[in-house]
């Protein structure tokens, strides 16, 4: 590879880290500099097409399958690529950021695969965009070590034959780095993220015996993977790498795509590792696509949709019919409970219901599944090696017996379940204690003993959203109204303000978190995401 010609990329308003050199070098920059000319133009319009089959899905309330694309979804003869043997084995995958304490507890928590989350579960801060990369390559040259300056306690990593294999999680196509900037235009996060990675890692992980694998969010259609193969090809190359060593799992946690999952794995065959099944991102975009659409797609309280609610049972069993009909991995949702170190009997209650959440999933035919917790991963590894025993995964399974129908998909009034007052007040606490701790850098926090990331805030502000526009009447004779939410959330910020004390109050950010709860949930203008008013508050 010939030596890189000057970075066109500029580092602006960004304050220096400490050794920000190792991750920032001239080649690097240069690397990501070139995916930006090359790939930015198409992100653009793909965004611009999500709009479009926003307003399509505004006027009719229904999706299909693509008629475009039946041939692909007919032709029983393609698979995507055999697993590498660093992923052939998916049983248990842990999710957190990157920050340096949970780089070597993630890595060192028996599960199989780490997600290292530049997503949802870090607020893109520049340090954290930064320091989380240094802090992976730190591991992978077994350079990293952490003394909690609290507790004293000292973090180290366990021999490499024990270690999780990792899976990146860059940003969604919708974000930008306003940190780096080409010709005064920022650079998508995604690029950044993903293009610091693999330049600095790609080849280091392949002497490791592993890889550069990815995990992919936010993807709402078939041409958005379209994209990612073509940067894996493209970022392949310019290495020097083999074609194919990538991999990449796509996060099936937009409505749209769920319709797209063949296509989506066809894209990206030569590089697809398998799908995994979100569900508040999931339960998110249900809400935005179809807020127009009347009672019938009014979600009840977040947490009355389970996995096992009709149209969510639909979309986990197409899921896994389909990556295994492809040779694909199929892994399921989050374990998101947190254990708590005072409360057995919380303990019990929550990891029974792990338990049967995990159970149900391996007898599902999933072949792995996520927790937030290195607790849980015994759970979730018990579950697993019950149905699976010696055997890395069942893809062999093939789900035949699975038959879903467009409308399936989106059968919400196929619940019992309605909104409450308490689903109410439940949305406006999470959303405010969220956002105030993601407005201070952090973006996994536990919350009444589970691990929240950004997708939980989303559906919480849609919840609120929706119920209002759709004049829900709570069980208690209450209307879902903007003055009732108001009312709900200064009870809160009361209430937290009493609990934490005046000063700790004071030192957070709660009354921006309350006022920027109540802009996304009751603007008129329905926000694409709360991270991108979000991130123009986000110091740092």
Request: net charge negative; proline share 5%.
């Amino acid at each position: 590879m010939s030596a890189p010609a000057p970075s066109p990329l500029a580092v602006v308003n960004a304050e220096p880290l400490p050794r920000q050199e190792e991750v920032l070098t001239e080649a690097a920059l240069a690397f990501v500099a070139e995916l930006h000319r090359r790939f930015t133009p198409r992100r653009d319009e793909l965004l611009a097409r999500r709009a479009e089959r926003r307003a399509e899905i505004a006027r009719t309330s229904t999706l299909d399958f693509l008629p475009e694309t039946a041939a692909i979804r007919a032709d029983d003869s393609w698979k995507v690529a055999p697993a590498p043997a660093a992923l052939n084995d998916r049983r248990v995958e842990i999710t957190g950021p990157t920050d340096r304490k949970m780089t070597i507890n993630a890595l060192n928590s028996g599960a199989k695969v780490w997600l290292a989350d530049f997503e949802d579960a870090s607020a893109p801060t520049w340090e954290n965009v930064v320091l989380g990369q240094l802090n992976l390559i730190d591991a992978y040259t077994r350079k990293i070590d952490f003394t909690d300056p609290r507790s004293g306690k000292s973090y180290a990593l366990k021999p490499a034959e024990e270690l999780a294999t990792v899976v990146m999680r860059p940003r969604g196509w919708h974000l930008e780095e306003r940190h780096l900037t080409f010709d005064g235009r920022p650079v998508p996060g995604a690029l950044v993220d993903f293009g610091l990675y693999f330049f600095h890692n790609a080849q280091r992980l392949i002497d490791l015996g592993k890889g550069p694998y990815f995990y992919l969010p936010k993807t709402e259609s078939h041409l958005e993977a379209r994209l990612w193969n073509e940067i894996f090809v493209f970022a392949q190359d310019y290495v020097g790498i083999p074609q194919g060593t990538v991999r990449a799992t796509v996060l099936i946690e937009t409505i749209t795509a769920a319709y797209e999952m063949e296509e989506i794995l066809y894209e990206l065959r030569d590089h697809a590792a398998g799908l995994n099944a979100g569900r508040w991102d999931y339960l998110f975009s249900i809400v935005k696509n179809f807020r127009d659409g009347g009672a019938k797609f009014v979600l009840p309280d977040r947490n009355a949709v389970t996995m096992t609610a009709p149209f969510m049972r639909a979309y986990t069993e197409l899921l896994v019919r389909t990556c295994h009909k492809r040779g694909a991995h199929a892994i399921g949702g989050m374990a998101a409970f947190i254990p708590s170190r005072k409360d057995a009997e919380v303990n019990k209650v929550a990891f029974e219901k792990v338990k049967a959440d995990k159970d149900r999933e391996a007898n599902d035919g999933f072949d792995g599944s996520w927790v937030a917790h290195p607790d849980l991963v015994p759970i979730a590894m018990a579950s697993f090696d019950a149905v699976l025993g010696d055997r890395p995964n069942q893809k062999d399974r093939l789900r035949e017996d699975v038959s879903v129908a467009p409308g399936d998909l989106i059968a919400i009034d196929s619940l019992d379940a309605r909104p409450t007052y308490d689903g109410l007040r439940n949305a406006v606490q999470v959303g405010i204690r969220y956002i105030e701790a993601w407005l201070r850098g952090l973006g996994a926090v536990a919350i009444f003993n589970l691990m929240e990331d950004a997708a939980t805030a989303e559906i919480s502000r849609s919840q609120i959203w929706q119920w209002i526009n759709a004049g829900v009447v709570f069980e208690n004779g209450e209307t879902a109204t903007p003055e009732l939410a108001r009312k709900v959330a200064a009870e809160e910020l009361a209430a937290i303000r009493e609990e934490i004390g005046e000063e700790a109050f004071a030192a957070g950010k709660w009354q921006q978190a309350h006022d920027l709860l109540l802009h996304v949930s009751l603007d008129a203008d329905y926000a694409d995401f709360l991270t991108l008013p979000a991130y123009e508050q986000l110091v740092g």
